[in-house]
């Protein structure tokens, strides 16, 4: 069972992390017309890359 769980648990971390990147990339030309190139990459990267280092880490951890 254990081994299904963390299964799930890194399933549902990939499809967090790939609305977040995927979404912000969708969002990219709305979003630097609203508040600047510069700002958007600096909003991007905080979302995206904790997120990333949360999947690699638990994936690693488990």
Known sequence: METHKTSLIILI??????VIHSGGAALRIKAESI?????????????SLPSAIILISYFFSS
């Open 13 to 18: 971390l990939i499809l967090i992390f790939a």
């Open 35 to 47: 508040m600047g190139p510069r700002l958007w990459r600096l909003c991007f990267v905080f979302l």
